[in-house]
C-alpha cells in the first residue's frame, strides 16, 4: 500500500515541478499528463531500485569527496534516463534542467515525506 502512495505521491510531485519549471524556465521540463506522470513514477521507482545502486557504486569517490552532493547528478542520470524511455510525453531539455528537477523533486519527497507519510506512520504505532 505504501509503494502504491509513493507512486501516486512520486507522480504528483512530478506535475509540480514542471509546472514550477515551466515557469521559472519555459520548455525545459513537459509532462503530457497525470498517466504520463504516473507512469513515469514507477520507472523511476524502478530505475531507483535496480540502476541507481549500480551508479551510487561506479561513482562512489567523487560521491565522497563531495559528501554526498553527487547524488543529485545520479538523480539528475535516473531523470534523463526515464525520459529516454518514455519518449515526448516526458521531456527533460538539458542536463542543467534535469539536475534543477532532481533537486525539486527531492525537496519535495522531503516535506510530503515529514509532513505525510511519517505522520501517517506514527499514528499506527
Do not use: C, H, W
Given at each position: 500500500?505504501?509503494w502504491i502512495l509513493s507512486i501516486l505521491l512520486n507522480g504528483?510531485?512530478?506535475?509540480?515541478?514542471?509546472?514550477?519549471?515551466?515557469?521559472?524556465?519555459?520548455?525545459?521540463?513537459?509532462?503530457?499528463?497525470?498517466?504520463?506522470?504516473?507512469?513515469?513514477?514507477?520507472?523511476?521507482?524502478?530505475?531507483?531500485?535496480?540502476?541507481?545502486?549500480?551508479?551510487?557504486?561506479?561513482?562512489?569517490?567523487?560521491?565522497?569527496?563531495?559528501?554526498?552532493?553527487?547524488?543529485?547528478?545520479?538523480?539528475a542520470i535516473t531523470l534523463k534516463m526515464?525520459?529516454?524511455?518514455?519518449?515526448?510525453?516526458?521531456?527533460?531539455?538539458?542536463?542543467?534542467?534535469?539536475?534543477?528537477?532532481?533537486?525539486?523533486?527531492?525537496?519535495?519527497?522531503?516535506?510530503?515525506?515529514?509532513?505525510?507519510?511519517?505522520?501517517?506512520?506514527?499514528?499506527?504505532?
Open positions: 500500500m505504501r504528483l510531485v512530478l506535475i509540480v515541478v514542471a509546472g514550477l519549471m515551466k515557469i521559472l524556465v519555459p520548455d525545459s521540463f513537459y509532462i503530457a499528463n497525470i498517466g504520463t506522470a504516473i507512469v513515469a513514477s514507477v520507472i523511476l521507482s524502478l530505475l531507483n531500485v535496480f540502476v541507481k545502486p549500480l551508479l551510487i557504486l561506479v561513482t562512489l569517490p567523487i560521491t565522497v569527496v563531495t559528501f554526498g552532493f553527487f547524488l543529485v547528478v545520479i538523480n526515464a525520459d529516454a524511455i518514455l519518449g515526448s510525453s516526458f521531456d527533460i531539455q538539458g542536463f542543467g534542467a534535469a539536475v534543477a528537477a532532481a533537486i525539486g523533486i527531492s525537496v519535495f519527497n522531503m516535506l510530503i515525506d515529514r509532513a505525510i507519510l511519517r505522520p501517517l506512520s506514527e499514528r499506527k504505532e
